[in-house]
């Protein structure tokens, strides 16, 4: 029994150390055999039927002939791919592929049924040359499709590499059996047949019993695609340069394999030459053409075999894709440029692992993994429409460059490669921007603002959205003008200025006093075309509040003359007296000493009243005219409305604040901070950042990141702005406050983003030592989540295992901000957004864009927790970052001392509930110096004579409920 037991455990030592070797997890082990399985038997029919028939092909025609062979293959791909796509539009996957091995046995059985009655004329081996062909290039292409419906590409990543080795071990059968030359053809077209009738039992069982891996809006996807043309097609594939990148990349790879497989086809031609008399059958398959190709295809289906199952994976991890999509370029370039001067058949011989090697181990599967960049809503189209529209077109065009034309298929090869490599360069650039596109396609943000959304805009989406904003403009609907107005103003675009003068005049005057807002706070304010336009209004029949704000907007430009409006200072008409005294100090601040000494202190004098007045429009009337034309002078009186007034007054008071203060006003920045730290309101708190900004105190920024620990979303964006403009020498405060683990996650937050607009190398090259522990911490809060409760049975640890598992969210999301910063990513923000997503694909974007990005030794380091890992993998990642089984006083000891007020705030009452010995001087020792909010539950939890159950810390829920 002993010893059964050291086998049983040999056997799961070894079944873990095969699964670490080729990238499987845990419980994958059948799904990829099945599909390795599937790959293997498609490829080593569809090889078997197209290398007899190059064979048959060569020895019964001639190599002379291939370019008629390419211009059939390709007038044959194109009339086949018009079916192609319209049965991908109609139906399933599966359903396609099942159709298409159906085919290959109607079409095998046909071929077989005429070698067998002795059947040899030209049209045969034509035939079976381009049938076979075709039949190859569907099967490999269908395979993929059906293959990536139940994969993302984090699983293409470590997966298809092993489903493209399985593709090369069927490859290599084949050249073993070409290479022992002891079938017939009839016996080969046999095995053939009955290989396509396995595939066809194993693809239906797979269809029937493997999940898909479905985007979130599949559905509507799905949908869209089956009401697209070619030319809709053709519009969306426009909106995406990645795409139209890798479709050409495609075409030019195609183009070049085709040139390349001439060159060495007939220099194996003339090399092997083989009797014309010889008959067609065994003597056939024994020539020694046949038996030297069978020779090269199984040592290059090895060495495929070999590369795919162990190098790959770890060189794509290790250093991206791109490292090696420079593969194929290069040793074209290389094997043509000595080709040139040398016939040494070395040189053919590289070409042959080119087309059969490194086009299918290297090119072939970087365009499966490639294709994450494309919309999803493309994704299948794409490789439809390059497979069987490019592809067939760069058939045609090789044959007729080499059949018609005759040109030296060495020089155009070599020059083909030169071009791939350049565009594989361009193809490189645009990848992420084609991530973020597809992240952004599939999550709904609602924190940006209009500008930052049109700046994050590319060439047509801007076009067309200029457009629509020109369609809404002459909307009927007034709400929707004037909302149009905004956004156009916002967006400082100068075409469409006169279309939103146009649309404020057509406004109702509730609707264009908003319009005046909007107007006044824009870059175009003191535009002369403005100021003409509001000045003809002032001729016609105008409501009387919009009169007066035309009066008050003229006034704020300098375009009243103080003399005409003297009279309207101590009238009672709020607006008529606010133009007037605005007009008064806009003239007098440009023209001073002329006279108008007694002019200003009447001005100043109405002013005070109004701003001393118990009615609050006519104070919000005052600290309007204030923000528009005082002085520091009147901060003073502002301050008190701030610190103690109404929240919609000391909104207004702040902005005026922000408005009127400068660099002289320094001794007002502890004020300033205060409030920051006190008050809630967004407007206020905004319009603080603001005046801190304006005082240019590089000093003022750790103030700025201690009071930003609760900032919500608009706030923290003007923090951002105002430190970043605050310049370079923030930095070193900005790099004290993110390597401070004792400081909250939103002051370092804050800080990094600031760091990476001033000084993205400094953040960078900080990052590890920032982020090391936080990584550290994202472990213990996942591990002792899934830990917790079954160390300590019989105690509720609901509430506790919710503060972990937010607590875990909380630090990835702050990991992942970070990451994102460092990476020069243009919207880090949508990382952490589209990691919740319910989508794998979209998750697995995620994790590309990171990996493409940021630093590769953290990058592994988040990875197990990442990746969607079978939670025995990611426990055992936990125990190799330093977690080990705690008891439930330490998992306390450990929150109790976390940043995040909510871990010590759980902690405190978990270790108070369970009369820990001591909770109480945890407490007290807390209190020295976090906030008050925490100081406010610490005295309540001292104060409490009453101890809660034992067995939890909320009420038990009725399970009627």
């Not at 049983?8 to 997890?25: C, D, M, W």
Request: a negative charge; glycine letters at 6%; hydrophobic letters at 45%.
């Amino acid at each position: 029994m002993l010893f059964a037991t050291h086998e049983r455990r040999g056997e799961a030592t070894l079944r873990v150390s095969i699964r670490k070797l080729l990238g499987i997890y845990s419980g994958e082990e059948r799904g990829v055999a099945r599909f390795g399985l599937l790959g293997f038997l498609w490829m080593f029919a569809a090889v078997s039927g197209l290398k007899f028939a190059d064979v048959l092909f060569l020895t019964h025609i001639g190599a002379e002939e291939l370019p008629t062979v390419y211009t059939l293959n390709a007038c044959g791909m194109m009339i086949l791919a018009s079916l192609w796509l319209t049965a991908f539009e109609r139906l399933r996957a599966a359903t396609v592929s099942t159709g298409i091995i159906c085919g290959g046995i109607v079409l095998y059985t046909v071929a077989f049924v005429s070698v067998s009655l002795g059947v040899d004329a030209p049209w045969l081996w034509y035939g079976l040359r381009v049938v076979a062909y075709l039949f190859f290039v569907v099967v490999i292409t269908s395979y993929w499709i059906f293959v990536d419906q139940y994969h993302h590409i984090r699983d293409a990543k470590r997966l298809y590499c092993l489903f493209c080795s399985a593709i090369f071990g069927g490859s290599a059968t084949t050249g073993l059996v070409m290479r022992m030359g002891f079938l017939s053809i009839e016996a080969l077209l046999a095995v053939v047949l009955v290989t396509l009738c396995v595939v066809l039992v194993l693809l239906r069982d797979i269809a029937r019993k493997t999940v898909p891996v479905l985007d979130e809006s599949d559905a509507e996807i799905t949908s869209d695609v089956r009401q697209n043309a070619v030319w809709t097609f053709i519009r969306e594939i426009a909106k995406s340069p990645y795409a139209l990148l890798l479709m050409i990349h495609c075409f030019l790879i195609e183009l070049f394999t085709w040139t390349t497989e001439y060159s060495y086809l007939l220099y194996f031609d003339q090399r092997f030459v083989v009797d014309a008399a010889i008959e067609a059958g065994a003597e056939a398959v024994d020539s020694p053409l046949a038996q030297f190709l069978g020779q090269l295809i199984l040592w290059v289906g090895v060495a495929n075999l070999v590369f795919g199952l162990f190098f790959f994976n770890k060189i794509v991890r290790r250093w991206g894709i791109y490292s090696l999509m420079w593969v194929s370029p290069i040793l074209l370039f290389v094997t043509f440029s000595n080709w040139l001067y040398s016939d040494f058949i070395l040189f053919p011989i590289m070409g042959f692992f080119m087309v059969e090697g490194t086009r299918w181990v290297v090119d072939d599967n970087g365009f499966n993994l490639l294709l994450s960049g494309v919309p999803s809503r493309l994704k299948y189209q794409v490789r439809v429409a390059t497979e069987h529209f490019f592809e067939p077109i760069a058939m045609l065009i090789s044959g007729v460059l080499l059949g018609w034309w005759k040109l030296d298929p060495k020089l155009l090869t070599l020059f083909l490669s030169a071009l791939c490599a350049a565009l594989t360069l361009a193809m490189r650039v645009e990848y992420l921007p084609a991530i973020f596109a597809n992240l952004r396609a599939s999550v709904l943000r609602l924190d940006l603002s209009i500008r930052q959304r049109w700046n994050r805009m590319r060439g047509r989406e801007r076009d067309e959205s200029f457009q629509a904003l020109r369609r809404l403009l002459r909307d009927p609907d007034s709400e929707s003008r004037l909302l149009a107005c905004q956004a156009s103003l916002d967006l400082g675009e100068r075409g469409l200025l006169n279309e939103v003068l146009a649309a404020g005049a057509s406004l109702d005057w509730a609707h264009k006093i908003a319009w005046f807002d909007a107007l006044a706070s824009s870059v175009f304010a003191p535009d002369s075309i403005v100021l003409d336009t509001l000045r003809q209004w002032l001729s016609q029949d105008l409501p009387t509040a919009v009169r007066m704000e035309v009066h008050y907007y003229l006034a704020c430009q300098g375009m009243l003359p103080p003399q005409q409006v003297q009279h309207d200072v101590d009238n009672p008409e709020l607006m008529r007296r606010a133009s007037a005294i605005v007009a008064i100090k806009k003239a007098t601040a440009l023209a001073r000493g002329i006279g108008t000494t007694q002019l200003v202190q009447n001005a100043d004098i109405s002013l005070k009243a109004m701003l001393d007045a118990e009615d609050p429009e006519t104070v919000s009337t005052a600290l309007r005219v204030i923000g528009d034309c005082g002085s520091i002078a009147d901060i003073a009186r502002l301050l008190p409305i701030i610190k103690y007034g109404e929240p919609d007054l000391a909104g207004k008071a702040t902005s005026a604040v922000a408005k009127i203060i400068d660099s002289e006003g320094q001794r007002y920045a502890p004020t300033l901070l205060g409030i920051l730290r006190t008050r809630r309101d967004t407007r206020v708190r905004v319009a603080c950042l603001r005046s801190i900004g304006r005082l240019k105190q590089p000093a003022l920024a750790a103030g700025i990141l201690e009071a930003s620990q609760h900032f919500r979303a608009r706030e923290r964006r003007a923090a951002e702005e105002v430190i970043a403009d605050l310049g370079l020498r923030c930095v070193p405060v900005l790099v004290v406050t993110c390597r401070d683990a004792e400081q909250p996650d939103p002051c370092r937050l804050l800080a990094a983003q600031a760091l990476g607009r001033l000084a993205p190398e400094h953040l960078r090259s900080n990052l590890r030592g920032i982020l090391r522990e936080d990584i550290k911490r994202a472990y213990r809060y996942f591990y002792y989540y899934h830990t917790i409760e079954t160390r300590d049975d019989g105690i509720d640890l609901h509430v506790m295992k919710e503060t972990l598992l937010s607590g875990y969210y909380a630090t990835m999301d702050f990991v992942l901000h970070l990451l994102g910063i460092a990476g020069s990513l243009e919207d880090w923000e949508l990382l952490s957004t589209s990691l919740r997503s319910r989508s794998a694909r979209t998750r697995s974007q995620v994790l590309e864009a990171l990996e493409t990005t940021c630093d590769p030794e953290l990058f592994r380091m988040l990875e197990p927790l990442l990746e969607d890992h079978d939670l025995a993998i990611k426990m055992q990642a936990c125990e190799d970052h330093g977690c080990s089984p705690l008891q439930l006083n330490e998992v306390l000891a450990i929150m109790a001392k976390e940043t995040r007020l909510s871990d010590r705030v759980v902690a405190s009452a978990y270790m108070r509930s369970l009369d820990l010995p001591s909770w109480r001087d945890t407490l007290r020792q807390q209190m020295h110096t976090d906030e008050e909010i925490f100081h406010h539950f610490a005295y309540e939890m001292l104060d409490e004579d009453t101890q809660p159950d034992r067995k939890g810390l909320l009420p038990q829920e009725d399970p009627a409920i």
